[in-house]
């Protein structure tokens, strides 16, 4: 079993910066895809940001391609999103999820695991 918290949220001016974490625990998740995803107040969750389990993969929802990166270390057992350049659309708790698969999707679904997430608020 897997257990991942989120962390790294809070509230920041647009155009600023915040790098998120998700940290696992109960085993290692090296071998694991990892994905991170959002949900906005009254809008259904979306897809964010994977990467795959040896880093060599990793791809973009459209609307942050650019300004979101994606990472792992694996001796920290965490992987992170830096998010540039932050936008009041990008509002939201953001969730990370891992997959026993080795490369990530877009579909929540295909996730085994997920964290309790973490809000970030962009202010205009």
């Known amino acids: 079993q897997v257990q991942l918290v989120e962390s790294g949220g809070g509230l920041v001016q647009a155009g600023g910066s915040l790098r998120l974490s998700c940290t696992a625990s109960?085993?290692?998740?090296?071998?694991?895809?990892v994905g991170w995803f959002r949900q906005a107040p009254g809008k259904e969750r979306e897809f964010v940001a994977t990467i795959s389990w040896n880093t060599d993969t990793t791809y973009y929802a459209n609307s942050v391609k650019g300004r979101f990166t994606i990472s792992r270390d694996s001796d920290k057992n965490t992987v992170y999103l830096q998010m540039n350049s932050l936008e009041p659309e990008d509002t939201a708790v953001y969730y990370c999820?891992?997959?026993?698969?080795?490369?990530?999707?877009?579909?929540?679904?295909?996730?085994?695991?997920w964290g309790q997430g973490t809000q970030v608020t962009v202010s205009s």
């Open positions: 109960g085993r290692s998740f090296s071998s694991y895809a």
């Open positions: 999820a891992a997959t026993r698969g080795k490369w990530g999707t877009v579909l929540g679904g295909s996730y085994d695991y």
